[in-house]
């Protein structure tokens, strides 16, 4: 059972919007540690997709984007497309287990 | 370009030992902290381990502290994990991941292709 909360699944139709939340607590996302949110695809690595919770790294598309308030951290993709099918992981900081802690992760179908 | 790269994964039965090593390349290996993560199949990622650049910090999750050694030689560019008692629940893909130095909430910014540990009798 992971510290960071995620919905273990999410669908939309091709050029809809999602979104996937990450809830934390006082001690990770609410202590004001940066979030970050990686996409994997099946048999591969994960590959940085937003860093400090807003912050695209290079090549991403601007169809993800990311958000934080309090305890939370949200990921949303607008113009689904096929190729976003993938699983998606929230990662920060957590003071009280003094470890790094990966939410549970989404599987995101795109309908 | 960054490159990071495992090996060392294989079948081991439980309570024996296997280490993981990950050569790093195309970049300046001793200027950044570096992660090993797991994963289960079919499971999400685990935390496991991190190192400082200069090797002298070093953290873990709980389930492995006592039991998993992380370390780094800069000489050689080379990240290891060694693991002993090595239990079932250590079945899983190793992957090691370049992170930051100077603040424990860095991102990832890459990962290697992972090595398949499987524990086993």
């Known amino acids: 059972q992971s510290v960071l909360t995620q919905p273990p699944s999410v669908s939309g139709a091709p050029g809809q919007r999602v979104t996937i939340s990450c809830t934390g607590s006082?001690?990770?996302?609410?202590?004001?540690?940066?979030v970050h949110w990686y996409q994997q695809f099946p048999g591969a690595a994960p590959k940085l997709l937003i860093y400090a919770a807003v912050n695209r790294p290079s090549g991403v598309p601007d169809r993800f984007s990311g958000s934080k308030s309090g305890t939370s951290a949200s990921l949303a993709i607008t113009g689904l497309q096929a190729e976003d099918e993938a699983d998606y992981y929230c990662q920060t900081y957590d003071s009280s287990l003094g470890a790094s802690v990966f939410g549970g992760g989404t599987q995101l179908t795109v309908l | 370009q960054v490159q990071l790269v495992e090996s060392g994964g294989g079948v081991v039965q439980p309570g024996r030992s296997l280490r993981l090593s990950c050569a790093a390349s195309?970049?300046?290996?001793?200027?950044?902290?570096v992660h090993w993560v797991r994963q289960a199949p079919g499971k999400g990622l685990e935390w496991v381990a991190l190192?400082?650049?200069?090797?002298?910090?070093?953290y873990y999750t709980d389930s492995v502290k006592g039991r998993f050694t992380i370390s780094r030689d800069n000489s050689k560019n080379t990240l290891y994990l060694q693991m002993n008692s090595l239990r079932t629940e250590d079945t899983a893909v190793y992957y090691c991941?370049?992170?930051?130095?100077?603040?424990?909430?860095?991102?990832?910014?890459?990962w290697g292709q992972g090595t398949l540990v499987t524990v086993s009798s």
């Open positions: 195309g970049f300046t290996f001793s200027r950044f902290a």
């Open positions: 991941a370049r992170t930051g130095e100077g603040a424990p909430d860095l991102p990832i910014d890459s």
């Open positions: 006082s001690s990770n996302i609410g202590a004001g540690y940066d």
């Open positions: 190192i400082s650049s200069d090797g002298t910090n070093k």
